[in-house]
């Protein structure tokens, strides 16, 4: 039975974790800020990976796939019992938003800590949203205002809202099951490809349609919100460098947004959060056409890849405040009290070749040095000699700076990845470094289709970088080996000076150390 305190708050004693890499590393960690145990869940080709070795308990989950393990609900639900756990922070990613995951961990008698199965419904199913917004008065892209049901359909929506349009999974996310039209002959193949997408990633074959805005920016707020109905919104992320809909490269606060148009945001999205009774943390994401013309997209029930940069702009740790309203608590602080501090970027490192077309290249890490210094942050679980699985999503690491203005964020990011090196896996750090040096991005002046509209600029500073694992290029082909009249070398490179000391970390790194299990 669920313990309370002597305020009639939840009293946690052991949080169960069913996640994996740097989002379970991270959890793990405020836990034990908290004084709180933590229960990892594992699947086998996670047995050496880096969460497992802070954890304060582990528990293995049997299977060889996604579904045989982390989407196994009656697998977790059975460790939560046997465990002991109070809670279960879903993390992001996998069972994160599935009302029926909530509804389970709730029957066995622990908190899930996000938002209710009710409101993880409602914000889940992007029709059921849509509609939740019109009703509130919320401004969403003009469109079908329910499932697509046929082609004859969809044409009567082109003569409505104007080609182009997109074609969107209802329980979809992560640029899964999306579809851009652009004329008639292209309707049907689309409606058929994007049902069948739909249904293989989220079983449910339901699409509905919109109008698809050409050049738009697709920016974030963040709230928190209590069970006692208080919320505040943590400002916005400017999301709009990615690729195939799926961001790279984030960044807090947005250049693209006035103080105005910041509060206005800010207001909508807790309104949003109200309308659904939401609780915890969450984020409404919004496409932007211009600064004033916002329309509501979607909210993500969950905490999201890129809450690292809120928490260096407002000094909030959000998976702490989300297990603090978990457990009962009101907000600590109101709207009034946050402000932003500077501003802070994150680049997404993942085991992508950005020469072809991100394709994902997983490995084995051999060497991985981590760049340090002021206003620097790596959320990793790699180390030396780990081998990047690859049946999971390929990130390897979020690289976040921190400075007081974005001219400032922009060099500290060029001279952090010049810094990070993993060995020989071939990453998008060179994507993320000529990024940083193009002027479209260094005035504020791009949008979501910015790498596909500049693939040939950016493959030319690509080029000029070189074909390099990480960024090798960069941090150490410079250094040439110098020699004084005697011809005794002056200078040498870095690899050559601690070959010896990496060796001995690497084998260190891959000796697996015993864990308790139940």
């Known amino acids: ?44 080709d996670d047995r050496f990976g880096l969460a497992l070795r802070y954890a304060d308990y ?54 899930f800590i996000g938002p209710s199965a009710e409101s993880m419904t409602l914000m889940g199913n992007k029709i059921e949203a849509r509609r939740l917004m019109q009703a509130q008065g919320i401004p969403v892209v003009p469109g079908s205002p329910g499932p697509v049901e046929s082609v004859a359909e969809l044409r ?108 206005s945001m800010g207001a909508i999205a807790l309104k949003a959060a109200a309308a659904s009774a939401y609780t915890g943390a969450g984020t409404v994401e919004f496409i932007c056409a211009a600064p004033d013309q916002a329309w509501f997209m979607e909210m993500n029930a969950r905490i999201q890849v890129e809450h690292t940069v809120t928490e260096q702009i407002t000094g909030k740790d959000l998976i702490r405040e989300q297990i603090l309203i978990a457990q009962g608590h009101p907000l600590a602080f109101s709207q009034a009290d946050l402000s932003i501090r500077g501003w802070s970027m994150e680049a997404r490192i993942n085991c992508e070749d950005p020469f072809a077309g991100f394709m994902p290249v997983p490995g084995r890490a051999e060497e991985v040095t981590l760049a340090e210094g002021p206003g620097i942050r790596t959320d990793t679980a790699v180390y ?37 090196h993993f060995g020989s896996l071939t990453t998008t750090i060179p994507f993320h470094s000529a990024l940083l040096c193009h002027e479209r991005f260094i005035s504020g002046h791009f949008d979501t289709h910015f790498c596909q509209n500049e693939e040939s600029s950016l493959k030319n500073s690509l080029s000029d970088i070189g074909h390099f694992p990480d960024s090798d290029a960069m941090a150490i082909a410079a250094l040439a080996v110098m020699a004084d009249h005697s011809g005794e070398a002056l200078l040498t490179r870095p690899d050559a000076r601690i070959g010896g000391e990496r060796e001995a970390w690497k084998d260190a790194a891959l000796r697996e150390q015993t864990h308790q299990s139940y």
């Open 1 to 44: 039975m669920m313990r309370k305190d002597s305020s009639g708050h939840k009293s946690f004693r052991r949080v169960l974790i069913p996640n994996r890499g740097e989002i379970a590393l991270r959890i793990i960690r405020t836990l034990r800020e908290l004084e709180l145990e933590s229960v990892l869940l594992y699947a086998p």
């Open 58 to 111: 582990a528990w293995p989950l049997k299977g060889q796939t996604v579904a045989e393990t982390y989407l196994n609900i009656p697998a977790i639900c059975e460790a939560i019992v046997a465990s002991g756990a109070d809670a279960v922070h879903p993390g992001y990613g996998f069972l994160s938003e599935s009302p029926e995951f909530c509804q389970a961990v709730t029957e066995c008698g622990a908190v």
């Open 156 to 263: 009567q929506l082109a003569k409505d809202c104007a080609y182009p349009l997109i074609l969107k999974a209802a329980a979809g996310g992560g640029g899964r099951g999306m579809r851009i039209v652009r004329s008639d002959a292209e309707l049907e193949p689309a409606l058929r490809a994007c049902r069948h997408e739909a249904l293989s990633w989220f079983g449910n074959d339901a699409v509905f349609c919109e109008r698809y805005i050409e050049n738009p920016r697709h920016i974030e707020v963040q709230i928190l919100r209590d069970h006692e109905g208080h919320g505040v919104h943590l400002f916005e992320r400017d999301c709009s460098i990615q690729r195939r809909h799926q961001k790279l490269f984030e960044e807090a606060p947005s250049a693209y947004l006035n103080e105005a148009q910041r509060e």
């Open 384 to 420: 030396p000699g780990y081998e990047i699985p690859a049946g999971y999503d390929s990130m390897i690491a979020k690289l976040i700076v921190s400075a007081e203005s974005r001219n400032e964020a922009i060099r500290r990011m060029k001279r952090a990845l010049a810094e990070c």
